[in-house]
């Protein structure tokens, strides 16, 4: 396991490769990022979508514990996930490694190339497949789905740093791991931790909404006004909830 004082040198150095990537690169590790995200979350909802009301929160638990692959594979075999860049990159930026306009630029991309993956699970596996559109399944789509939108813009801004705050730490516990074994563990505890509390994720928001609006459940601007603060919350979670604060602690 690698310092504290380590992993922030190796975090800085992930946010300056990520934002040296060329664009396609992006736009496909991109793609694939709001994808592997999204199917964590449609695998959340084919293990729990029967047992739900009976079992309440431990279904819940359940489904957090196969939430987490999405983010593992994206870390270890290769994707770009915004909520990940919001912590990665900022630490490049806070050490001056990168400018504050190729921060924005990295931020607007991935976010984008996050929407078409997430959109792509929700439409082509969810709705034309079925998986997010009959029975129980589409039963509890609908009701995910509603539970995100009927936060306030406050609750979801605060619901938004709670879920990177965590996702930030599984980023942290991953760079600082040496072995794979280690890297899954460090990214499942916090990831599987930030879902069972029901804390808001903008890419996973991404393609439970429009699921759900897609079988007539939701709006799209039910979604956009959903987005904007859950997304501005994240920014708060990974950027200075671990980046700042680590960099603050750590960088001498």
Known sequence: MNTPEEILAITIQNGA???QKTLSAKII????GGAMISLGYLCYIRVIASIAEEWGSFASFIGACVFPIGLIVILLAGGELITGNMM???AAWLDKKIKFQQLVSNFIVITLANALGALFVAYIFGHLVGLTSTGVY??????VAQAKIAATPLQAFLSGIGCNWFVGLALWLCYGAKDSAGKILGIWFPVMTFVAIGFQHSVA????????????????????????PVYFGNIVGGAIFVSLLYYKAYQH
């Open 17 to 19: 490769k990520k934002v």
């Open 29 to 32: 590790l991109g793609f694939i």
């Open 88 to 90: 990665a990159v900022s």
């Open 138 to 143: 589409g039963h509890e789509t609908a009701i």
């Open 205 to 228: 928001n991404l393609f439970v909404i429009p699921a759900a609006i897609f079988e007539g459940q939701a709006t799209w601007l039910e979604l956009i006004n959903n987005f904007v």
